[in-house]
């Protein structure tokens, strides 16, 4: 029988493996090198395994964005938005001023949202915009960092020393580190996204975030149709409002346990129907029906919904 008969199944594809010549497989030659390669794999698993483990890693994260890319390119939309629309030549900068308010005022605003927060935190803003959320973590002494897909956004909040980055949402979660932020915050962003894209919005911000860790959702609340004949319509990167049960199933999916509901944005109560005075019966029957209407039409104008990671 031929050595080369003999060898196990391993040393023949070991053999095979460095394309040895068959000359080099028989007889003592063919065991001593069986011997060496043998000895020489065991080198480069020494000292090339760490490396080995790190190609495959990223390997993993190429794979991970060419199918996330693969699946955008045929929703046609690759942005935290609408891409339905292209509003390269659309002044969105200007238009946030116009519509959405002064950057004071939107500060203002986003206070109620700092008592979820304290120093130390590492934080990543999503759609961070004029950099209102970031300016007022960066004051409490939160580490905190945005992400924008429009230039003169990451401008804006380099112009104050921000730390802002021009990214994809989904593109910068897919390739951040699991389990490495204490909060994502994404202020009137769902309702620019499909629900594909919002799918992946929320499992890899969970996948971000840390046991404990937080999403804070804010967008224009479709409990009130009043939206509908307001802004909400005006902003032509909007898709389409998002509403709250859908995000709370799609939030669950993502694998997010407890959550919060608040009802932001109420108008004064000069915009709202006013109640009749009184106290008989008809008059109760009356302000009853008045207060349905008002949450109906003029109640707040925004909801929030605080996800928190298990």
């Known amino acids: 029988m031929d050595v080369e008969e003999k060898m ?21 030659l063919g065991r001593i090198s069986n011997f ?11 000292f090339f395994r ?16 060419s199918d996330y890319l693969l699946k955008l390119s045929k929703q046609n939309t690759v942005k935290v938005g609408n891409d ?23 500060k203002n605003r986003l206070k109620v949202y700092l008592d979820y927060f304290k120093s130390g935190d590492q934080v990543l803003d999503v759609g961070c915009g004029r950099g209102e959320f970031l300016s007022l973590l960066s004051e409490r002494g939160v580490r905190a960092k945005g992400i924008d897909l429009r230039d003169s956004m990451v401008d804006r909040c380099k112009s104050k020393g921000l730390d ?13 580190k699991g389990e490495s932020l204490d909060a994502v915050t994404a202020f009137h962003i769902v309702e620019h996204l499909t629900v594909d894209y919002l799918q ?15 999403l804070i959702v804010e967008t224009p609340n479709i409990l009130n149709l009043g939206i509908l004949r307001g802004a909400f ?40 129907l006013s109640l009749l005075e009184g106290d008989d019966k008809n008059v109760k029957i009356q302000n009853n029906n008045l207060e349905k209407i008002n949450e109906c039409l003029f109640g707040g104008g925004d909801y929030a919904l605080i996800f928190k990671k298990m």
């Open 233 to 272: 319509f005006v902003d032509p990167d909007h898709n389409k409002p998002v509403h709250p049960e859908l995000l709370k199933f799609l939030a669950r999916e993502a694998g997010f346990g407890d959550f919060e509901f608040k009802i932001l944005s109420m108008p004064d109560d000069k915009d709202r």
């Open 8 to 28: 196990d199944l391993e040393d023949l594809k070991l053999l095979d493996k460095y394309n040895l010549p068959k000359s080099h497989r028989k007889g003592m």
């Open 200 to 214: 992946t919005f929320l499992s890899a911000t969970y996948k971000t975030l840390k046991k404990g860790g937080k």
């Open 84 to 106: 339905a629309n292209d509003l390269s030549e659309f002044n969105y900068f200007k238009f946030e001023a116009d519509y959405r308010g002064e950057e004071d005022d939107i």
């Open 50 to 65: 760490d490396m080995i483990l790190q190609q495959e890693f990223v390997n993993q994260k190429l794979n991970e964005k």
């Open 36 to 46: 060496f390669l043998k000895k020489m794999n065991a080198v480069v698993l020494v």
């Open 164 to 176: 802002v980055e021009l990214s994809d949402a989904n593109l910068y979660l897919l390739s951040t």
